[in-house]
């Protein structure tokens, strides 16, 4: 039987508490709660694909276990002393809805979530996030949309806009998976956000949800709609910065954007 310790590892490839929260062996309690929250809202249940729920339930568990031991002074001081955590203990024991414990400590509704985006969208914690997304997923712009809180279909202009000025400027390498992803594939993205984001409609009216934690797939997908001419000029842009000479004709492909393999 593996330990609590093993599933933080096999969801946060690590062993460390801190490291799997991402945050100092020092972090102050504000410091873990925003990193808590942060992360969870990442890996929430209420924020994924129905096939990767049960996935996204058990990392969203760990993740609050690891939060609960690290925000209790005694068992923290313990962990910190020995590097163990006490697999005894009733926080990773009970059979907690973990859920509920998360709605509790944040009170959040659908309001606080879209505060949250204006202040986060544009800011320059927004931008470490596509940098750090960018990076990690070598220009694969499928996973970034994925990773970045609070992204959408709408933001993949403003997005190519801004890693490409940064390419420019050598802050960032220029992955083939940004600079020559096919038509084909953006459509194909676009049209599964859009489908996603009228499902997710859908289930809000038939279950006549309205401010709860419930809402907190359809609130962050709700904005799917095209713009298409924007994103085709940035994707130009792209094409003759990064792509001159590199195949054959107009058709080339007009790279932007993401994902490995176009």
């Known amino acids: 039987m593996s330990s609590f310790l093993d599933e933080v590892e096999k969801y946060y490839s690590s062993r460390n508490l801190y490291e799997a929260l991402g945050v100092e062996k020092g972090a102050s309690d504000e410091e873990l709660k925003k990193a808590y929250r942060r992360l969870s ?43 163990v955590v006490d697999e005894q203990d009733g926080t990773l024991t009970e059979n907690k809805d973990w859920t509920q414990y998360w709605k509790l400590l944040f009170s959040l ?24 997304a960018y990076l990690q997923h070598e220009g ?45 594939k953006r459509k194909r993205r676009r049209r599964r956000y859009e489908e996603e984001a009228k499902e997710a ?19 962050i997908q709700a904005r799917q709609q095209s713009r298409s001419k924007e994103l085709d000029s940035i994707i130009g842009s792209l094409e003759e ?3 001159k000479g590199r195949g054959s004709g107009a058709q080339a492909t007009k790279k932007k954007a993401r994902k490995k393999g176009g």
Do not use: N, W
């Open 41 to 83: 809202l990442k890996v929430h249940p209420d924020r994924v694909k129905q096939e990767e729920v049960a996935e996204a339930t058990q990392k969203f568990q760990v993740l609050s276990k690891v939060y609960t031991i690290l925000s209790d002074k005694e068992k923290r001081a313990v962990y910190d002393e020995q590097g």
């Open 109 to 132: 509704t659908v309001e606080d979530i879209k505060a949250f985006e204006k202040t986060y969208k544009g800011s320059e914690e927004e931008l470490a996030d596509l940098k750090a």
């Open 241 to 243: 910065k990064y792509c």
């Open 201 to 219: 409609e859908e289930m809000q009216k038939k279950e006549g949800l309205s401010g709860g934690m419930g809402d907190l797939t359809a609130m």
């Open 140 to 184: 694969d712009f499928d996973h970034i949309l994925e990773e970045v809180l609070c992204a959408s279909i709408d933001d993949e202009p403003r997005f190519i806009e801004l890693l490409s000025e940064l390419i420019e400027e050598g802050a960032l390498p220029s992955f083939p998976a940004f600079v020559k992803e096919g038509k084909q």
